[in-house]
């Protein structure tokens, strides 16, 4: 029995240190799948982000209909129209050398006048172009080119466009059609402008003929720089290697979301604690909406710092808020969701913060059941007392909500609401009246 004793401990000792190797591999390995699991939820979220990003530029960047849509309203927008009027005017006088066709037309004593009368008619050229720029026939124009544009941009590769001229260091887009519909109508209101009727190609229907630059040259008796009206909207040797990289996003881009729906899962099953995990993507989202936005705002900025400084790139700011307006508005969303996301998986948990949250919680939602059922017992009699106070006080909130919200919408979503307001209480009183 004296023997039997120190080998049985000796058998404890080795079964206790079996169970802590067994329990030090267990907590290695719980400790492991943790940090893999925060490592993949972080770079699936960060590909999330990336994902609709790459959905946006597939949708609207890279789709000729959708782009179409998103810049057709940029012409009746007042900076960039005063951007695009300013560059048009300046294109137009030195191509028509207007002060030397008003030297030619005044007498011989009165030509010293020319240069002061071509630099007043500026202004209402300058007007006349932002007129054609906001009609409803320069729209169809505006629509044709950019479709163009957009479908010829989109073949960057081989570069062969003749609307819009891409290179390695900037891209070109082609104003002409604006200038011809800016001369009409100056032939119409000046014709002594041009010591003829103008007689250039009607635009209004959409259709741009393909020799409209021969067709001006030979209308204004001049001939045209070869860049004539080509506006350079950026140029920077990054665009060619930033086109390659959105074109080749776009060949991959179901690739790219199937490898992020399985990063999620894996991290899912990685994860010993899913709850954690949910939580960690949720505030990795709202980590990743941030960064990718202050990217794009970088890049934006970096663009603008390309475009001259004053019109132009008031200008070009806002055609590039337009461009990117609905993205911004999946930024917000993906930002919203990881906010949600996190805070609801937080609420959740066993911590201490979570269960006094919750604690919380039921105990107002028992107050607003008890607030309810004593509306329910006593609203209607008491609103069939104070009727006339009661509907005076929905008008005078009616009031004041559409003296703060002034458009159309939220005016008429005031009367809908004060509609139904004024009829409920009406609908209380007369119940308190039947059952009384």
Known sequence: ??????????????????????????????????????????????????????????????????????VAPLPKDPEVAAAVADFATVKLFAAVDVEQRLRSVLPEQAAFVAGPLASQLHAPVRATATKVLGSDQFQRVWTELNRRAHQRALAVVEGDSDLVAVHQDRVEIDLLPLINEVLRTLSAQLPTLFGKQLSLPDLSSGEIPADLRVRVQDSLGVTLPENFAQFTVYDSGRLWAAQQA????????????ISTLVLLVLALLVSPDRRRTALQLGLWLVVAAVAVTATLRAVREQILQNVPEGLYRDGAADVLTTVFSQLRTRGWQMLWTGAVLALLMYAIGPGKGPVWLRHKTVEAWGAIRRGVQTLAAHGPSWTARHLDVVRVGGVAVAVVLALLFSSWTALLSIVVVLVAYELLVTAFAVRSTRTG
Do not use: C, H
């Open 1 to 70: 029995m004296t023997d039997e004793l120190p080998r049985l401990r000796a058998q404890v000792y080795a079964l206790q240190a079996r169970l802590d190797q067994r329990e030090r591999r267990a907590a290695t390995v719980r400790m492991l799948r943790r940090i893999g699991a925060a490592v993949l939820i972080a770079v699936t979220a960060f590909a999330l982000v990336m994902s609709v990003v790459g959905i946006w530029s597939a949708r609207t960047a890279l789709n000729t209909d959708r782009w179409v849509a998103t």
């Open 246 to 257: 959105v074109t080749t996003a776009k060949r991959s881009l179901v690739l790219f979301l």
